[in-house]
């Protein structure tokens, strides 16, 4: 019932590393997919990675090799590392997680978003 709440944000200089986390109030397994999705001042939001149910991971191209999707089903925690950051990567980075209740109709939950800022 209660939002994810994401942690790890702030503020590194180019080339630096972060961990992003998501905990959930429920067990993670329940979802069909957990994301992250990333918002830049004045732009759309959009979506950085993705791990399913079954385990696989996609990325956004501009993320490849850099960005690591994982989760911790006993803390129910979601996870992004975030090596090698440049300074496109600054904005507020939100978990996302989705459970398909019916064909038409699903269940998202949003986190309220982490800030990160790179800047030289």
């Known amino acids: 019932q209660v939002e994810p709440v994401e942690s790890g944000g702030g503020s590194v200089q180019p080339g630096g590393s972060l961990r992003l986390s998501c905990e959930f109030s429920?067990?993670?397994?329940?979802?069909?997919?957990m994301d992250w999705y990333r918002q830049a001042p004045g732009k759309e939001r959009e979506l950085v990675a993705r791990?399913?149910?079954?385990?696989?991971?996609q990325y956004a191209d501009f993320v490849k090799g850099r960005f690591t999707i994982s989760g911790d089903n006993a803390k129910n925690t979601l996870y992004l590392q975030m090596n090698s950051l440049q300074l496109e990567d600054t904005a507020i980075y939100y978990c996302?997680?989705?459970?398909?209740?019916?064909?038409?109709?699903?269940?998202?939950?949003w986190g309220r978003g982490t800030q990160v800022t790179v800047s030289s």
């Open positions: 429920r067990p993670i397994l329940k979802f069909d997919s």
């Open positions: 996302h997680a989705r459970r398909q209740v019916s064909i038409e109709a699903a269940v998202d939950h």
């Open positions: 791990i399913s149910s079954g385990g696989s991971s």
